[in-house]
């Protein structure tokens, strides 16, 4: 549920800070008063496309920051991303939008850390469910009935599905592969003659280490000047450690020491100079041995030398034809490698694809008649439940059913679906998009959420002007269903409707002013200069008291507080009141029958 909405500098708005109630929550205001601006900041904290527009001119940055309570179905996806919960029993969502620069900056937030667009979409499956006006015309597209049909067929359904698009995959694939067979032999044939060769050559020259160039020319310095370093690590030696004529640098170095082992008795500072020449004594003395080491290791070895050549000779062409690095030859030896592989088919014969084929087109015709089977067997329940709602909105004489018809397997199955709809008696099932009205439309877009809510889902469903098109008896039909909803979810809903206002459990009042610069105070800039503010809008939101609330569903229904007006409201306040007890009182009786149910069958149990 949706506890807390803080919003910063979001298109018209200044500053907000909204707490919403459990039940029905309703957001009134005149047309363009921007009460969809607050349903925008919760769809963009949960993943939203952002747009420069979105940032309140002037301001560097929009903040915006939505509190959820904490159910066991958000602390489980808290414990698969290792994120840790608040003390608070909270999940605070934020996004942070900037323009630094010019350039579009978004940053999101669960519980203070940062987080990745794909986990806020996982998150917001649990958090929000957003109903438009515009998703009552996306509901008129087939795909879009297949998607609500299987999301209310559940997880058996589902995982069907994902079954259908992995055969459906594999078969193309196959079918892919057979028919470019079929048709590039000629090609494949040569392809196979050029790749044999190339591989051929390729593998003959053992290439294994692409660092094998590096080192041969490294070697072919080495032998080329072998004499040289003799000479030269000779000649390093005797300055060491070893000089014929005259004292090398170990000698030096000795006497250096001899001479501070005596002056450091008469005085201790010397003693860290000594200590200092000890140490290049000693590493003097193993710099000779070493290089002494070295230069009698080296050797001049033409034959080796040969060898050398000859190698960096053939490397060099290879890479020529098939780098320019020894590294990306390397790598083209294995994808020629595999496209080889995959010319000569491993040893598959055309004859052995087209069984393949045949066999993953059994596999795939049985998963889609699974589909099938799933489908129709939700379809039917749907269909129930689906009047069962469409009833009280003062559509009860009309006829729905789910048409499942058979077309070629797809990565969705091998049914096309189509919801069928007459609300009028005597009339045939149409298809719904072109049978529906606007307000009829809004109708069953609500009673299908309905059909969805009595399943486990998220904990706050969104309405924007659901009741677009409807009036009289059929907008006091939704809001009795809005209500009814939002005894097991939170409901958000943006309205026109009286009817549907003065049933709410929280109103909230949308106002759009204009703030004049004598009702702004000037700014001094740090040169002492002052700037006068220009005309501002802003978008106000207030949670209304119930004297506030009479006045706003007056102006609502009438566009007037008359007298006559405040009457009406009140009558509207008090079928509210009634709906209220109604719903109470059938939860009671259900109860009451459960309970008796229950004592009959324990009687009967105590009686045998």
């Known amino acids: ?19 919403f109630r459990e039940g029905l929550n309703v957001l009134t205001g005149e047309t363009g008063a921007g009460k969809s601006i607050v349903l925008d900041a919760i769809n963009l904290i949960l993943g939203g496309k952002a747009v420069n527009a979105m940032i309140r001119a002037g301001s560097p940055r929009t903040l915006l920051e939505a509190s959820f309570t904490l159910t066991p179905a958000l602390s489980a996806w808290l414990e698969t991303t290792a994120l840790e919960p608040l003390e608070e029993d909270l999940l605070v969502c934020s996004r942070e939008i900037s323009l630094p620069q010019g350039l579009l900056r978004s940053r999101f937030r669960v519980n203070g850390v940062v987080v990745n667009k794909q986990q806020i979409a996982q998150l917001r499956e649990h958090l ?7 998703q009552a015309l996306q509901l008129g597209r087939t795909d879009r009935q297949r998607q609500c049909l299987d999301g209310f067929g559940g997880e058996a359904l589902v995982n069907q599905r994902h079954q259908v698009t992995a055969a459906f995959t594999h078969w193309q694939k196959l079918a892919a592969k057979l028919e470019r067979f079929r048709q590039n032999e000629q090609q494949r044939l040569q392809n196979i003659d050029l790749l044999h060769y190339q591989l051929q050559e390729l593998n003959a020259a053992h290439l294994e280490d692409a660092h094998e160039q590096l080192d041969l020319e490294q070697e072919l310095q080495r032998l080329n000047h072998s004499v040289e370093l003799q000479q ?55 710099a000779g041995s070493q290089i002494n080491a070295y230069g009698s290791t080296v050797e001049t070895d033409p034959q080796q030398l040969q060898v050398v050549e000859e190698r960096l000779m053939d490397l060099k062409q290879i890479c020529r034809k098939y780098g320019p690095t020894l590294a990306d030859a390397i790598a083209y030896q294995q994808t020629i490698q595999q496209q080889y592989a995959d010319l000569t088919n491993e040893g598959q014969s055309v004859e052995e694809l087209e069984q393949a084929l045949r066999n993953c087109e059994a596999t795939l015709k049985q998963a889609c008649d699974q589909l099938t089977k799933l489908r129709k067997t939700a379809a039917q329940t749907l269909a129930a ?17 789910v048409d499942l018809q058979p077309i070629p397997p797809t990565p969705y199955g091998a049914d096309q679906v189509q919801f069928l709809f007459s609300a009028n008696p005597g009339e045939a ?52 269903k809005l209500y009814h909803l939002s005894r097991y979810h939170q409901v958000l809903c943006v309205t026109h409707q009286p009817m549907i206002a003065a049933i709410a459990d929280a109103h909230f009042q949308v106002q759009k002013q204009v703030i004049s610069p004598q009702k702004t105070k000037a700014k001094t800039t740090n040169n002492g200069t002052q700037i006068t503010p220009a005309e501002r809008t802003v978008v106000s ?6 004297q506030q609330r009479r006045q706003e569903l007056a102006a609502i229904a009438s566009g007037r507080t008359t007298e006559e007006a405040l009457t ?15 719903h109470y009182a059938n939860i009671h009786s259900k109860t009451s029958a459960k309970a008796k149910k229950a004592r009959r069958g324990s009687v009967k149990s105590a009686d045998s």
């Open 1 to 19: 549920m949706l506890l807390l909405l803080h919003i910063e500098n979001f298109a018209l708005i200044d500053a907000l800070d909204l707490t």
């Open 128 to 134: 929000i469910e957003v109903t438009a006006q515009g």
């Open 232 to 286: 030269q690590s000779y000649r390093v030696y005797q300055w060491l450690y070893e000089q014929e004529q005259g004292e090398a640098c170990a000698d030096l170095l000795g006497r250096a020491e001899s001479t501070l082992l005596e002056i450091a008795e008469y005085d201790p500072q010397l003693q860290p100079i000594l200590e200092l020449v000890q140490q290049a004594l000693t590493q003097v003395q193993e």
């Open 385 to 401: 439940r689906l009047l069962q709602e469409l009833k009280p909105l003062a559509l009860d004489k009309v006829q729905f059913q």
């Open 429 to 480: 099932l149409q298809a719904l998009s072109e049978s529906a009205s606007g307000g009829e439309m809004s109708r069953f877009l609500l009673a299908l959420k309905a059909c969805f809510s009595q399943e486990e889902g998220v904990g706050t469903l969104i309405f924007d002007e659901i009741d677009t098109g409807v009036s009289g008896h059929v907008a006091q039909a939704i809001a009795t």
């Open 541 to 546: 939101v207030t949670a209304l008291d119930e």
């Open 568 to 582: 009406f409201v009140d009558s509207l306040l008090q079928q509210a009141g009634q709906v209220r007890q109604q």
